[in-house]
């Protein structure tokens, strides 16, 4: 994951099993109802892998309350929370797990870079990648206000909310917005590419003759996405990646005196 982790660790796991549930669930709102029993079997290999599991049973519990709110069925949704709760006690300690699990996620971490709070306003080129993220979904749902739609998927409006609260509270969380606003933030900015498109098209149609065929399209949508693409490719230039290493804190000149020995 360039840009977001720099090494393979376990919550790697956590991300690429948080990305498959969405697809599952999402299958599952279609009436896809073959797949339920997959939800505990992932369960059952997610807990015994990463303690991030956890957000598996919130994603569920999510689309529960959002469905609901869609005035939809939530049985189907209910039955795979239960069964997947009880498949996570399958592990080598058992009901113990949970709890150092409640330990883990309420103990405090003040020393630890990655969980503390996000600082959206700190530099322009600090995360980067969140912000462009960030700036697709707040466009994207901007526009469909503005073109006089009123209704709207709340159970993917909830699930934004939650994964970006995580992340401004704790800047470990920042993947799971990256996640959910690549999977649900993108549908309303593709719309507003797509007006502006046609906006293009019908002034354009009578200047230029190949407006209709496959080249005119390709031109059109390429001339859309080289502004985004510079400023993206400008922002990146400009941040200069740095490691700060507080000597009082990490035995840096133990590893300069190894390094020289």
């Known amino acids: 994951l360039p840009g977001f982790l720099s090494t393979i660790r376990s919550q790697v796991f956590t991300y690429v099993l948080f990305t498959l549930f969405i697809y599952l669930l999402e299958r599952l709102r279609k009436n896809d109802n073959k797949i339920i029993w997959i939800f505990p079997a992932i ?42 709760s009880l498949v996570t006690l399958i592990n080598p300690y058992g009901i113990q797990f949970w709890l150092f699990m409640s330990e883990a996620v309420t103990m405090p971490r003040p020393y630890i870079t990655e969980w503390q709070p996000l600082n959206l306003f700190d530099s322009l080129t600090n995360w980067i990648g969140f912000k462009i993220f960030l700036t697709v979904v707040i466009v994207g749902y901007a526009f469909k206000l503005a073109s006089g739609t009123r209704k709207f998927d709340w159970t993917k409006i909830i699930v934004l909310l939650v994964t970006f609260y995580l992340s401004i509270k704790h800047q470990r969380h920042c993947m799971f917005f990256i996640i959910t606003a690549a999977i649900f933030g993108y549908e309303y900015f593709y719309q507003l590419l797509n007006y502006i498109w046609n906006k293009l098209k019908i002034n354009l149609e009578n200047k230029l003759n190949f407006i209709n065929s496959n080249l005119g399209i390709f031109t059109v949508y390429t001339i859309q996405y080289i502004p985004l693409v510079i400023i993206i490719g400008g922002l990146c230039l400009m941040n200069k990646p740095t490691i700060k290493v507080p000597e009082t804190m990490y035995p840096v000149h133990a590893v300069e005196f190894i390094k020289i020995n």
């Open 43 to 84: 369960m059952l290999v997610w807990t015994n892998v990463h303690g991030g599991f956890l957000s598996g049973l919130g994603l569920i519990a999510i689309y529960i309350i959002g469905e609901t709110i869609n005035k939809k069925r939530t049985i189907k949704y209910l039955s795979i929370f239960i069964v997947s």
